[in-house]
């Protein structure tokens, strides 16, 4: 694909009025309370329990939101508009059906972009497409390896695990059910991956050429045009863009650069492709939200190309052949779809995308991805196996827009699973594992205020093994 030109939308003058750690915070805390309540469906005193984050900046207002929220949250049915009011800060967050919600930039009624065009609800869900084995779902082992998973602090919401396209474990708790769309967080950098990977697939992109991002070539001096398509997928475009494990000092503002999407009414788009280089593309191996965003403008400008709706190209290119109707692919106050955070849908939709790797990119009958580039996805990023800058003890080397269970010099395989399983991954402890070895797909949802649930999925990861071999 040809490098495009600047997405072609109005971009008012509009920085926000965050400033402190506090405004942020606050910004962040009704993004993730109000989609929660908005879109995933729990009531709203339930969404604040299960994703305050408040009360980390600051234990007394997070107690305030918590037991007085009647007087925090003021919801205004006809505007469909959330208002949340914490310390005499208030901000707006307003919800377009089937395209979920948007926080409105201050001072503004709507967002930068023509959004009463999406506020269609989404149909309804698709027939079911997997097997049930009632055997397994009646297996006490089974059950009693599933209650690891669902230990109370752990807040899980749905697991899911199929084996042989059967599944063989399906349990729902914290208030979801099997039709709750649920947040599934960074998860979403792998739905931005497999999109990429259909674009390579039609040939409209290529993973070894420099990004075809216009403004990274107008300057033939410019280091960031040397940054390859695989570079962007791999998060290794060293591009200069600050971490939530930074010092605050090194922000600049009140938030990181990586959480600033979440938390103001930003262009994310532009945001990340305006970036400086800062370190040789390919040599550091960092999780930064610009790598996702700027793949994210790619996917967009090949929709723009095509004349079509870039919040509906996703949908027609990977979700609905996969029977995914409801998937909520929420866009920031520009029209960019968030890929990085903010993407609600049901347990079975997530099962969808994992058996889709498991069969290499084809489903039924039709190869949606290359199964060359699931290979690429599943292979380790050379910059994160050589320079990693570490993240957890679940997170440690990264493939192509999924994480992998891989032993490396500096630490064990993270999980208690073969190593040539990979996983999508989102903060809250959302994952799908997809296991080649084991022709299975496990996947597991919860809230973010979950206590050590990584730690829970993987005692049931080990325990199911002990059952399933």
């Not at 729990?42 to 600051?58: C, K």
């Not at 997530?350 to 790797?357: D, E, K, P, S, V």
């Not at 498991?358 to 039924?364: I, M, P, Q, T, V």
């Not at 903060?427 to 979950?450: C, E, K, N, Y």
Request: charged share 20%; hydrophobic share 45%; net charge negative.
């Amino acid at each position: 694909m040809a490098p495009h030109g600047p997405l072609a939308h109005a971009r008012p003058a509009y920085a926000g009025p965050a400033v402190s750690r506090f405004h942020f915070a606050a910004n962040q805390a009704l993004m993730e309370t109000g989609n929660v309540h908005l879109v995933s469906g729990l009531p709203l005193p339930d969404a604040i329990r299960t994703t305050n984050r408040i009360g980390d900046l600051d234990p007394g207002l997070g107690r305030l939101v918590e037991e007085d929220w009647r007087s925090v949250y003021a919801w205004d049915a006809d505007a469909q508009v959330l208002t949340q009011t914490i310390d005499g800060y208030g901000r707006h967050l307003r919800r377009y059906g089937g395209m979920g919600c948007v926080l409105l930039p201050a001072g503004f009624d709507a967002p930068f972009f023509d959004a009463a065009a999406h506020a269609a609800p989404k149909p309804d869900h698709a027939p079911a497409d997997f097997d049930i084995d009632t055997g397994a779902l009646a297996d006490a082992a089974l059950a009693a390896a599933v209650d690891h998973a669902f230990a109370a602090e752990a807040q899980t919401a749905a697991l899911i695990v199929i084996r042989g396209g059967r599944v063989l474990a399906e349990r729902y708790g914290s208030g979801a059910d099997a039709d709750m769309m649920l947040a599934s967080w960074s998860m979403g950098k792998s739905i931005a991956a497999l999109l990429i990977g259909n674009l390579v697939g039609a040939g409209r992109l290529d993973l070894d050429a420099e990004a075809p991002v216009a403004e990274w070539h107008a300057d033939p001096d410019d280091p960031r045009r040397r940054i390859r398509l695989r570079d962007l997928v791999r998060m290794s475009s060293g591009l200069r863009f600050s971490g939530a494990r930074e010092p605050a000092w090194a922000w600049g503002r009140g938030a990181a650069d990586h959480q600033l999407v979440y938390s103001e009414a930003i262009d994310s788009y532009a945001f990340s492709i305006g970036q400086p280089a800062q370190h040789p593309p390919g040599t550091l191996g960092r999780y930064r939200n610009c790598d996702i965003a700027t793949l994210g403008a790619l996917v967009r400008r090949a929709a723009e190309a095509d004349g079509i709706d870039p919040l509906l190209w996703p949908n027609r290119a990977l979700l609905a052949p996969l029977g995914m109707r409801r998937m909520t692919l929420s866009p920031d106050a520009y029209g960019n779809i968030v890929y990085t955070g903010m993407n609600y849908g049901t347990a079975r939709d997530w099962a969808r995308l994992g058996q889709l790797c498991l069969a290499r990119g084809a489903w039924r009958g039709e190869q949606l991805v290359p199964a060359a580039y699931i290979d690429f996805m599943a292979t380790p990023a050379p910059a994160w196996e050589s320079n990693p800058e570490p993240l957890s003890d679940f997170h440690h080397l990264y493939g192509g827009g999924v994480w992998l269970n891989r032993r490396t010099a500096a630490a064990p395989a993270p999980w208690a699973l073969p190593e040539d399983a990979y996983n999508f991954a989102g903060a809250g402890g959302q994952r799908v594992f997809v296991v080649p070895s084991l022709d299975m797909v496990i996947v597991r949802h919860g809230h973010m205020r979950g206590v050590e649930p990584d730690a829970h999925t993987n005692a049931f990861l080990a325990a199911l093994l002990r059952v399933v071999g």
